[in-house]
Antibody
Framework: EVQLVESGGGLVQPGGSLRLSCAAS????????MSWVRQAPGKGLEWVAN????????NYMNSVRGRFSISRDNAENSLYLQMNSLRAEDTAIYYC??????????????????WGQGTLVTVSS | DIVMTQSPDSLAVSLGERATINCKSS????????????LAWYQQRPGQPPKVLIT???TRESGVPDRFSGSGSGTDFTLTISSLQAEDVAVYYC?????????FGQGTKVEIK
Protein backbone atom coordinates (compact mmCIF):
# COMPACT_ATOMS: atom_id res chain seq x y z
CA GLU A 1 0.00 0.00 0.00
CA VAL A 2 1.30 3.42 -0.97
CA GLN A 3 1.53 5.55 2.15
CA LEU A 4 2.92 8.90 3.28
CA VAL A 5 3.26 9.82 6.95
CA GLU A 6 4.23 13.31 8.09
CA SER A 7 5.77 14.21 11.43
CA GLY A 8 7.56 17.06 13.14
CA GLY A 9 4.78 19.60 13.53
CA GLY A 10 4.13 21.51 16.72
CA LEU A 11 3.95 24.89 18.41
CA VAL A 12 6.79 27.30 17.67
CA GLN A 13 7.33 30.98 18.40
CA PRO A 14 7.52 33.55 15.63
CA GLY A 15 11.04 33.61 14.22
CA GLY A 16 11.63 30.01 15.24
CA SER A 17 12.43 26.92 13.20
CA LEU A 18 10.91 23.52 12.65
CA ARG A 19 11.80 20.51 10.51
CA LEU A 20 9.03 18.40 9.03
CA SER A 21 9.55 14.84 7.83
CA CYS A 22 7.54 12.65 5.49
CA ALA A 23 8.09 8.90 5.48
CA ALA A 24 7.15 7.13 2.26
CA SER A 25 6.33 3.46 1.85
CA UNK A 26 4.85 1.17 -0.78
CA UNK A 27 6.61 2.80 -3.73
CA UNK A 28 10.07 3.82 -4.88
CA UNK A 29 10.57 7.42 -3.72
CA UNK A 30 13.42 7.84 -6.19
CA UNK A 31 11.02 7.67 -9.12
CA UNK A 32 8.95 10.70 -8.09
CA UNK A 33 9.11 14.39 -7.52
CA MET A 34 7.59 15.22 -4.14
CA SER A 35 5.63 18.24 -2.92
CA TRP A 36 4.63 19.94 0.30
CA VAL A 37 1.19 21.56 0.41
CA ARG A 38 -0.27 23.48 3.34
CA GLN A 39 -3.73 24.40 4.54
CA ALA A 40 -4.28 27.19 7.03
CA PRO A 41 -7.13 26.61 9.51
CA GLY A 42 -10.45 26.84 7.68
CA LYS A 43 -8.73 27.84 4.42
CA GLY A 44 -7.90 26.27 1.08
CA LEU A 45 -4.93 24.35 -0.26
CA GLU A 46 -1.66 26.13 -0.97
CA TRP A 47 1.30 24.48 -2.69
CA VAL A 48 4.55 25.24 -0.84
CA ALA A 49 7.46 23.52 -2.59
CA ASN A 50 8.54 20.54 -4.63
CA UNK A 51 11.75 18.68 -5.33
CA UNK A 52 13.02 16.65 -8.26
CA UNK A 53 13.42 12.89 -7.87
CA UNK A 54 17.19 13.20 -7.45
CA UNK A 55 17.08 16.42 -5.43
CA UNK A 56 18.77 18.44 -8.17
CA UNK A 57 15.89 20.88 -8.68
CA UNK A 58 13.69 22.62 -6.12
CA ASN A 59 10.80 25.05 -6.50
CA TYR A 60 9.17 27.24 -3.85
CA MET A 61 6.18 29.51 -3.49
CA ASN A 62 7.20 33.15 -3.28
CA SER A 63 6.34 33.73 0.38
CA VAL A 64 8.56 30.91 1.68
CA ARG A 65 11.50 31.21 -0.70
CA GLY A 66 14.63 31.92 1.34
CA ARG A 67 13.01 30.75 4.60
CA PHE A 68 12.02 27.16 3.79
CA SER A 69 14.21 24.42 2.35
CA ILE A 70 12.97 21.16 0.86
CA SER A 71 15.22 18.10 0.77
CA ARG A 72 15.03 14.34 0.48
CA ASP A 73 16.87 11.13 1.28
CA ASN A 74 15.79 8.45 -1.17
CA ALA A 75 17.80 5.77 0.63
CA GLU A 76 15.75 6.50 3.75
CA ASN A 77 12.51 6.95 1.77
CA SER A 78 12.09 10.35 3.37
CA LEU A 79 11.20 13.90 2.42
CA TYR A 80 11.90 16.94 4.58
CA LEU A 81 10.90 20.57 4.95
CA GLN A 82 13.17 22.81 6.99
CA MET A 83 11.22 25.90 8.02
CA ASN A 84 13.10 28.92 9.40
CA SER A 85 12.04 32.44 10.36
CA LEU A 86 8.51 31.20 10.90
CA ARG A 87 5.63 33.67 10.87
CA ALA A 88 2.09 33.50 12.19
CA GLU A 89 0.82 33.19 8.62
CA ASP A 90 2.77 29.91 8.25
CA THR A 91 0.34 28.30 10.70
CA ALA A 92 -1.24 25.40 8.81
CA ILE A 93 -1.52 21.69 8.35
CA TYR A 94 1.39 20.63 6.15
CA TYR A 95 0.85 17.70 3.79
CA CYS A 96 3.40 15.84 1.72
CA UNK A 97 2.19 14.49 -1.60
CA UNK A 98 3.59 12.50 -4.48
CA UNK A 99 4.24 14.63 -7.56
CA UNK A 100 5.67 13.95 -11.05
CA UNK A 101 6.67 10.42 -12.09
CA UNK A 102 10.10 9.82 -13.62
CA UNK A 103 11.60 6.89 -15.49
CA UNK A 104 14.29 6.36 -18.11
CA UNK A 105 12.12 8.14 -20.69
CA UNK A 106 11.82 11.29 -18.63
CA UNK A 107 9.53 12.92 -16.06
CA UNK A 108 5.78 13.12 -16.50
CA UNK A 109 3.61 15.78 -14.90
CA UNK A 110 0.78 14.32 -12.86
CA UNK A 111 -1.67 15.30 -10.15
CA UNK A 112 -0.68 15.23 -6.48
CA UNK A 113 -1.55 11.85 -5.01
CA UNK A 114 -1.48 10.26 -2.60
CA TRP A 115 -1.35 12.71 0.31
CA GLY A 116 -0.31 12.05 3.86
CA GLN A 117 -2.59 12.81 6.80
CA GLY A 118 -0.73 16.02 7.51
CA THR A 119 1.10 17.56 10.47
CA LEU A 120 -0.03 20.76 12.19
CA VAL A 121 2.37 23.67 12.55
CA THR A 122 1.29 26.47 14.85
CA VAL A 123 3.34 29.67 14.98
CA SER A 124 2.38 31.71 18.01
CA SER A 125 3.89 33.41 21.03
CA ASP B 1 1.14 31.84 -12.06
CA ILE B 2 -2.00 30.07 -13.24
CA VAL B 3 -4.90 31.31 -11.12
CA MET B 4 -7.75 28.86 -10.58
CA THR B 5 -11.16 30.34 -9.79
CA GLN B 6 -14.06 28.16 -8.67
CA SER B 7 -17.74 28.99 -8.56
CA PRO B 8 -19.79 28.98 -6.49
CA ASP B 9 -17.96 29.17 -3.14
CA SER B 10 -20.68 27.01 -1.62
CA LEU B 11 -23.86 25.29 -2.62
CA ALA B 12 -26.63 23.38 -0.91
CA VAL B 13 -28.29 20.59 -2.86
CA SER B 14 -31.07 18.18 -1.93
CA LEU B 15 -30.24 14.49 -1.64
CA GLY B 16 -30.51 12.85 -5.05
CA GLU B 17 -30.22 16.13 -6.91
CA ARG B 18 -27.39 17.34 -9.17
CA ALA B 19 -24.50 19.46 -7.97
CA THR B 20 -22.34 21.40 -10.42
CA ILE B 21 -19.05 23.11 -9.63
CA ASN B 22 -17.18 25.26 -12.11
CA CYS B 23 -13.47 25.98 -12.35
CA LYS B 24 -11.80 28.53 -14.59
CA SER B 25 -8.05 28.81 -15.14
CA SER B 26 -6.33 32.10 -16.01
CA UNK B 27 -4.55 30.38 -18.90
CA UNK B 28 -5.07 27.17 -20.80
CA UNK B 29 -4.00 23.93 -19.12
CA UNK B 30 -4.38 21.98 -22.35
CA UNK B 31 -1.03 20.64 -23.51
CA UNK B 32 -1.08 20.59 -27.30
CA UNK B 33 1.53 17.83 -27.71
CA UNK B 34 -0.72 15.19 -26.16
CA UNK B 35 -4.10 17.00 -26.19
CA UNK B 36 -4.50 16.47 -22.45
CA UNK B 37 -5.89 18.91 -19.90
CA UNK B 38 -3.67 18.99 -16.81
CA LEU B 39 -6.59 19.44 -14.43
CA ALA B 40 -7.66 17.37 -11.43
CA TRP B 41 -10.53 17.49 -8.96
CA TYR B 42 -10.20 16.63 -5.26
CA GLN B 43 -12.68 15.95 -2.51
CA GLN B 44 -11.78 16.89 1.07
CA ARG B 45 -13.98 15.69 3.87
CA PRO B 46 -13.63 17.33 7.32
CA GLY B 47 -10.44 16.27 9.09
CA GLN B 48 -9.17 14.34 6.07
CA PRO B 49 -6.53 15.03 3.42
CA PRO B 50 -7.70 15.69 -0.13
CA LYS B 51 -8.63 12.66 -2.20
CA VAL B 52 -8.34 12.78 -5.98
CA LEU B 53 -11.58 12.10 -7.85
CA ILE B 54 -10.89 13.14 -11.45
CA THR B 55 -7.64 13.50 -13.43
CA UNK B 56 -6.96 14.80 -16.94
CA UNK B 57 -10.18 16.83 -16.51
CA UNK B 58 -12.48 13.88 -17.14
CA THR B 59 -10.88 10.56 -16.07
CA ARG B 60 -12.47 9.12 -12.97
CA GLU B 61 -10.01 7.55 -10.52
CA SER B 62 -10.41 3.89 -9.67
CA GLY B 63 -13.02 3.37 -6.97
CA VAL B 64 -14.68 6.75 -7.43
CA PRO B 65 -18.48 6.40 -7.82
CA ASP B 66 -19.75 7.05 -11.34
CA ARG B 67 -22.03 9.82 -10.09
CA PHE B 68 -18.89 11.98 -10.19
CA SER B 69 -17.92 13.27 -13.63
CA GLY B 70 -15.60 15.92 -15.00
CA SER B 71 -15.76 17.86 -18.23
CA GLY B 72 -14.28 20.86 -19.98
CA SER B 73 -11.13 21.83 -21.82
CA GLY B 74 -8.67 24.67 -22.08
CA THR B 75 -9.67 27.11 -19.37
CA ASP B 76 -13.19 26.06 -18.34
CA PHE B 77 -13.99 22.93 -16.39
CA THR B 78 -16.90 21.41 -14.50
CA LEU B 79 -17.30 18.78 -11.79
CA THR B 80 -20.76 17.25 -11.65
CA ILE B 81 -22.24 15.07 -8.95
CA SER B 82 -25.26 13.59 -10.69
CA SER B 83 -27.17 12.45 -7.61
CA LEU B 84 -25.92 13.89 -4.34
CA GLN B 85 -25.44 11.44 -1.48
CA ALA B 86 -24.92 12.25 2.19
CA GLU B 87 -21.30 11.12 2.03
CA ASP B 88 -20.57 13.69 -0.69
CA VAL B 89 -20.70 16.54 1.84
CA ALA B 90 -17.20 17.97 1.50
CA VAL B 91 -15.12 20.74 0.01
CA TYR B 92 -14.12 20.24 -3.62
CA TYR B 93 -11.00 21.71 -5.21
CA CYS B 94 -9.78 21.94 -8.77
CA UNK B 95 -6.02 21.75 -9.30
CA UNK B 96 -3.78 22.48 -12.27
CA UNK B 97 -0.61 20.48 -12.73
CA UNK B 98 0.29 22.14 -16.02
CA UNK B 99 2.96 24.37 -14.55
CA UNK B 100 4.87 25.49 -11.49
CA UNK B 101 3.74 26.85 -9.10
CA UNK B 102 1.05 24.19 -8.81
CA UNK B 103 -2.19 25.93 -7.95
CA PHE B 104 -5.64 25.13 -6.61
CA GLY B 105 -9.03 26.71 -6.76
CA GLN B 106 -10.28 28.29 -3.54
CA GLY B 107 -12.66 25.39 -2.91
CA THR B 108 -16.40 24.85 -3.11
CA LYS B 109 -18.28 23.63 -0.05
CA VAL B 110 -21.11 21.23 -0.84
CA GLU B 111 -23.86 20.76 1.74
CA ILE B 112 -27.23 19.06 1.95
CA LYS B 113 -30.26 21.31 1.55
Amino acid sequence: EVQLVESGGGLVQPGGSLRLSCAASGFSLGNYWMSWVRQAPGKGLEWVANIKEDGSEKNYMNSVRGRFSISRDNAENSLYLQMNSLRAEDTAIYYCARDRYCNAAGCFWRWLAPWGQGTLVTVSS
Amino acid sequence: DIVMTQSPDSLAVSLGERATINCKSSQSVLYSDNNKNYLAWYQQRPGQPPKVLITWASTRESGVPDRFSGSGSGTDFTLTISSLQAEDVAVYYCHQYYGTPLTFGQGTKVEIK
